[in-house]
């Protein structure tokens, strides 16, 4: 669920991110209220981006284990209805997400978020730390698949089996590692109060 950039000359692609970021807050919002209707135009725009099908679909590819609970215990729950409107509303919402990281360099993303975060300023919050935080956290997740990925990897070499434990233990400590290293090098940088 977490998208990369895909180059591109498509009206999207050349719309600044502030703009993207606004319409998705309008499309989110209209999503609450009608998220059915939304999948068209979700869909819509993902044809305007000119996105490939797969890369697509591999937006919400990791969603559907959470849409097929989520979809059955609101059918159990609310009936057939709200399990439709809610899972529609959780499906149109990360693909929206997805479209405007497939379509907006991270960086554009986090300038308007400096943007909209320097008028806290006045009241202590520096901008350019809260950019620096999201740009690690944005960094972190696929290291952090990349580390379970490697240790599963390992299990699976030694014969180990699919034991929660013997997967969490070394992931763990690689982890910790890998934030230790990261403190490391933002120290070394000045950037550790």
Known sequence: MISWYLPGDSPLHR????????LLAGLLALTLWQPVWMLGPTI???????????VALAQVRPLWMILAVTAGFQ???????????????????????????????????????????????????DPERVALLLALTIRCVPLLAGIVSTVREAQVARGAGRNPVALAVPVVIRTLRAADALGEALAARGLDD
């Open 15 to 22: 719309w600044s991110a502030g703009v993207k970021l606004g």
């Open 44 to 54: 819509g725009l993902y044809a305007l981006a000119r996105v490939p099908w797969r």
């Open 75 to 125: 059918l159990l729950t609310a009936g057939w209805a709200r399990a439709v409107t809610v899972t529609c509303g959780l499906l149109v919402s990360v693909a929206l997400a997805g479209l405007v990281t497939l379509t907006t360099r991270v960086n554009a993303m986090l300038d308007v978020l400096v943007t909209v975060v320097r008028p806290l300023r006045r009241v202590g919050v």
